[in-house]
């Protein structure tokens, strides 16, 4: 986006102006405008070019672009993307690999990112959708502390695709996973401290034979 246009750049006759506390001045000359903001020390910023007349304002345009930049930066720092995992599942799976595989799928859900499942059909399975149907549904019930099916189970060729969406945000996830760290940093300091003195404890027992 381009900067508004300021001062000697505003060519236009006249400006409606907005003083530094945001109080209407009025339809004034851009001359006048402009002597305004050369004895308060200000910019005239043009803020409104497209009004009628264009908006112009008191201002300290150095401080408003890094206070700008600041806001823009911090927007960017708090920006969370939500990634999709996926996961795959065969209808006729074994318990143990069916454990392992939804031990996955709450990882992801508890660090804030979304699953596809996506059950693989072979052969004659194609034939029992009826399998992944349930398979998934029950992948729904076991993890539904952790997270929601936001897209319910449809078929995709020789595939069946379902996705799950986790109940937390992204954002409370890693501020979780911070203050988790921060408590294990915490705990670890804490146990280094006394491991000493449990040394010296030991070290000055008298020997039983």
Do not use: C, W
């Not at 708090?78 to 939804?102: A, C, F, M, S």
């Not at 076991?142 to 189970?153: H, K, N, R, T």
């Not at 945000?169 to 940093?185: G, M, T």
């Amino acid at each position: 986006m381009s900067e508004p246009r300021i001062n000697e750049r505003i060519r236009v006759p006249e400006v409606r102006l907005v003083g530094p506390n945001g109080e209407q001045v009025g339809i004034v000359r851009v001359e006048d405008a402009l002597r305004l903001a050369e004895e308060a020390n200000l910019d005239l910023v043009e803020v409104a070019p497209m009004a009628k007349p264009p908006v112009a304002k008191l201002m300290d345009f150095g401080k408003f672009k890094y206070e700008a930049a600041m806001k823009a930066r911090e927007a960017r720092k708090n920006q969370v993307n939500t990634v999709i995992k996926e996961i795959k599942l065969r209808p006729k799976i074994d318990p143990h690999d069916y454990g392992t595989k939804k031990g996955h799928v709450e990882r992801f859900l508890k660090a804030g990112d979304k699953v596809k499942v996506t059950i693989m059909f072979r052969g004659r399975e194609q034939s029992r959708p009826e399998l992944g149907r349930r398979l998934l549904e029950r992948l729904a019930d076991d993890i539904a502390e952790l997270g929601y099916v936001e897209s319910a189970p449809k078929q995709d060729g020789r595939n069946m695709i379902m996705v799950i969406g986790p109940t937390k945000k992204k954002a409370e996830a890693k501020a979780e996973q911070r203050r988790a760290r921060d408590r294990s940093s915490v705990e670890g300091a804490q146990d280094a401290t006394e491991a000493p003195a449990d040394a010296v404890e030991e070290s000055t027992a008298p020997a039983v034979e």
